[in-house]
């Protein structure tokens, strides 16, 4: 069983501070990973897309990947209020198939 | 425009009724999915569609029907529901097949209530 996981939370960071979010896969063959993050009643949307080791970086935020670890991270710089919400982890089972963790919940306080 | 729609957006029904949930893109993607989310918010493929094409049919019973008539539209038909439906069914598109990193895009979502 293909398996992604990630901690449920909530984690809860205050405003301007640093959260960092993680996720581990258990397929080696996944070549690519997504961090999609969706707020209460809503639908998962995109924020980014990693596909080689090292980090990348899109405004406030920063996706690391470690494949020999079998590890993806996300980090949000300068956390906001509005950045509360789900963060689900996706990864490529190197099928046609995009595998979800369950999400971590994040909160930000003022 | 919306770019991924479903209807209906709430469906309530008693059990062993059959309910049906329609999606259409306007995106010009080549493949279509439909994914379930449960109550603790685990985001799970049942099928997936390119051009028309089923390519991918998870463990889904046989009561969970998919249907593209064309690759902008992918519709689920669901036979003698169950509690244990009882979910939001969302419905995405992409460009490429997840296995070329397809980004998805999702539906609204269809909370589908069984009683």
């Known amino acids: 069983q293909k398996e992604v996981e990630q901690n449920s939370g909530p984690l809860s960071v205050p405003e301007g501070a640093i959260a960092s979010l993680n996720c581990t896969y258990s397929d080696r063959v996944s070549q690519s990973f997504f961090w999609y993050r969706q707020y209460s009643g809503k639908s998962p949307e995109l924020i980014m897309s990693?596909?080689?080791?090292g980090d990348k970086e899109d405004g406030r935020f920063t996706a690391q990947l470690n494949k020999a670890s079998q590890y993806v991270s996300l980090l949000i710089r300068d956390s906001q209020p509005s950045d509360s919400a789900t963060y689900l982890c996706?990864?490529?089972?190197?099928?046609?198939?995009?595998?979800f963790g369950t999400g971590t919940r994040l909160q930000v306080f003022p | 425009d919306t770019a991924v729609s479903q209807t209906p957006k709430y469906l309530v029904t008693q059990m062993g009724n059959d309910k049906s949930i329609k999606c259409e893109q306007n995106?010009?993607?080549?493949?279509m999915y439909w994914y379930k989310q449960d109550s603790k918010k685990f985001l799970k493929i049942m099928f997936s569609?390119?051009?028309?094409?089923?390519?991918i049919n998870e463990t889904v019973p046989n009561r969970f029907s998919p249907k593209s008539p064309d690759k902008a539209h992918l519709n689920l038909h669901i036979n003698s529901l169950e509690l244990g439906d009882s979910a939001v069914y969302f419905c995405a598109s992409s460009q490429d097949q997840a296995s070329v990193g397809g980004e998805l895009f999702f539906g609204e979502g269809s909370r589908l209530t069984v009683l």
């Open positions: 996706a990864v490529n089972d190197g099928t046609d198939k995009l595998i």
């Open positions: 995106l010009g993607h080549d493949t």
């Open positions: 990693i596909y080689s080791n």
């Open positions: 569609y390119n051009n028309k094409e089923l390519i």
